[in-house]
């Protein structure tokens, strides 16, 4: 009689060990379902944030370029006018030497 309740608590073990084995398997399942989303929802997110990244690089250096570009233009013009200053004073020098040789 002893043997049968330990062959019957040996069986009922083992059942119980099977349907926990189920048990974590299932739950191993919904973890590894539940990881892969997260993973897939991370990636998304560095994907976002690096285009969003790229299209504010991309107007600061726009911005950048007219900065400079600016500054080469007022470079120019303080060029081109002292030029014109320049060839003024040339040409009244070359006119009061003339009058001034008559």
């Known amino acids: 009689m002893n043997a ?3 062959w019957m608590a040996f069986a009922a073990a083992k059942e119980a060990v099977a349907e926990q084995n189920k048990a ?3 739950a191993n399942a919904k973890m590894e379902l539940s990881f892969t989303k997260q993973v897939d929802a ?3 997110l560095i994907s976002t944030i690096s285009n969003s990244s790229d299209g ?3 107007d600061l250096k726009a911005r950048v370029g007219l900065l400079e570009g600016g500054k080469k233009g007022s470079s ?4 081109f006018l002292v030029g014109i200053v320049g060839m003024i004073i040339a040409l009244a020098t070359v006119i009061i030497e003339f009058v001034g040789r008559r």
């Open 24 to 26: 974590n398997l299932a």
């Open 56 to 58: 504010k690089i991309d």
């Open 76 to 79: 120019d013009a303080w060029g």
């Open 42 to 44: 991370i990636n998304t």
């Open 4 to 6: 049968t309740f330990e």
